[in-house]
């Protein structure tokens, strides 16, 4: 699931297209033949790919060692199982490039069976994400934990969510639920702020199962740039590794401009003892 997905009503009443929205006679974004298609532009586009590369390892790093499993929420047209080939990958579309079809509110998980879930750009697609912490703290064990990388509101971030993306973006939605709709194109690209970091009060307060978030900023311009899924690629595979120093060079003012967030959240208890 994960993807990107609208405020299409202000396209479609001036006529024009969000970058990111399909074109005229080409499946829509909530057909799993979207999701396929970018299946397999991950794998042409090197630079996008490397892109997720660099999300997975960070995602990999920050999921505990131990027993359990380790869930992929929202796999969609990814490729976390060549970083992590025990990842058992779930969507809520029904792909062939997955293992189960799962629905993140409702998740048919036995008990303290994880040791951690993993969402790539999948959580501000969530419209109960209530529903989903709760069934993500009854499924993953104590000491386990809930990582993520997803979009993050920040002064540059405002600008481009707000004005260039297709997805809805609205930090100021006083609730953390938003209408259901298609897989992807339901969506509020600042659920993760709103809930991680806005709402880190409310959070600790009704879910006190999870310790306090962990989040850490990234990745301000080399997704624009990467085109993404759709549009074209601006510049060349080898430029990565001189972009991603650039951004690094930015120091702290790169807070003030990144898009995304990796966000940790431990499963709270002390883990189980391991079994012989």
Not at 122 to 146: E, N
């Amino acid at each position: 699931m994960s993807g990107h997905g609208p405020p299409r009503i202000e396209a479609e009443r001036s006529g024009t297209r969000r970058p990111g929205e399909p074109r005229h006679g080409e499946p829509g974004i909530d057909d799993p033949r979207t999701t396929l298609e970018r299946f397999q532009a991950l794998r042409r586009r090197r630079f996008l790919r490397s892109i997720y590369e660099e999300w997975y390892r960070a995602l990999v790093a920050r999921i505990p060692v131990g027993r359990g499993r380790v869930l992929e929420v929202g796999a969609g047209p990814g490729f976390l199982s060549e970083l992590l080939p025990e990842v058992v990958s779930s969507d809520l579309l029904p792909l062939e490039t997955v293992d189960l079809v799962l629905d993140a509110s409702a998740l048919a998980v036995r008990d303290g069976s994880l040791r951690a879930i993993v969402l790539t750009n999948v959580f501000h697609h969530i419209p109960d994400p209530v529903s989903f912490l709760r069934g993500a703290a009854r499924a993953v064990r104590p000491g386990g934990a809930l990582v993520m990388l997803e979009p993050w509101v920040t002064s540059f971030s405002r600008i481009v969510y707000g004005r260039l993306h297709h997805e809805p973006f609205d930090p100021r939605a006083p609730e953390w639920t938003f209408p259901k709709g298609g897989p992807l194109s339901a969506a509020n690209t600042a659920l993760p702020w709103i809930v991680f970091e806005r709402d880190r009060d409310r959070l600790r307060r009704e879910h006190p199962e999870w310790e306090a978030p962990v989040v850490a900023t990234t990745m301000p311009f080399r997704y624009l740039v990467s085109g993404g899924f759709t549009a074209p690629t601006f510049v060349p595979a080898w430029s990565f590794v001189p972009l991603r120093w650039l951004e690094s060079a930015l120091g702290p003012l790169g807070r003030h401009l990144a898009l995304f967030a990796y966000v940790t959240l431990e499963r709270a208890g002390a883990p189980a003892a391991p079994t012989a």
